[in-house]
């Protein structure tokens, strides 16, 4: 079994989504987790891993397809939808801003997070609402935040503390 966990993530190059990204894979350890750009992915890429972690940013906020068209995640849709993931582990971190989208705040972690409930898949490192300020998000299942959200636009000064214990939750979660 591959140890290692793979971070799959979009947009690329530049983005906060990747700054994010970079960031997880540092606080795991460099050699303990891989970066995998979504654009570039496919089933192939995630059969290797049965340890997971998706990035995501929320840009639009009508459905899924509005926001996917023009996104790295759209490229790497149709290979999740075919994708044998059952059994795996998957943790989910979304770049969101709950200054200008209160009733939007990091909805992509929802659309993803909904993509994945017919796959048989573990989801881990929900994270409680009560460190966030927003009104309405899609991202919240039961109480909770389905992944952990970061606001790189508006708490960037939030993020590697937010970070460091997601972490730290998820490396207990992943191997229970
Ligand atoms: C056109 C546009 C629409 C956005 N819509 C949302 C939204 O609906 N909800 C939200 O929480 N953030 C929204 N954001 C904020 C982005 O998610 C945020 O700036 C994020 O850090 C961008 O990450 P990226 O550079 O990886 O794409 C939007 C940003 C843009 C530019």
Request: aromatic content about 10%.
């Amino acid at each position: 079994m591959n140890k290692k966990i793979g971070i799959f993530y979009g947009p690329a190059r530049g983005s906060n989504t990747e700054k994010v990204a970079q960031k997880v894979a540092r606080e795991i350890g460099a050699d303990q987790a891989d970066m995998i750009e979504v654009k570039e992915a496919t089933t192939e890429d995630l059969k290797k891993y049965d340890r997971l972690i998706f990035g995501v940013s929320t840009i639009g906020k009508e459905t899924w397809d509005g926001y996917a068209s023009r996104g790295d995640w759209d490229k790497f849709r149709p290979e999740l939808d075919k994708a044998d993931l059952k059994g795996k582990t998957i943790a989910l971190f979304c770049l969101g801003d709950h200054v200008t989208y209160p009733r939007h705040f990091v909805d992509a972690l929802g659309m993803i997070y909904e993509i994945l409930q017919d796959k048989n898949v573990r989801i881990i490192g929900h994270v409680e609402p009560s460190g966030y300020e927003f009104e309405e998000s899609q991202g919240i299942y039961d109480g909770k935040f389905v992944g952990l959200p970061i606001d790189e636009d508006f708490e960037p000064e939030l993020t590697d503390q937010r970070v460091k214990n997601w972490v730290a939750q998820i490396r207990k979660e992943f191997d229970q």
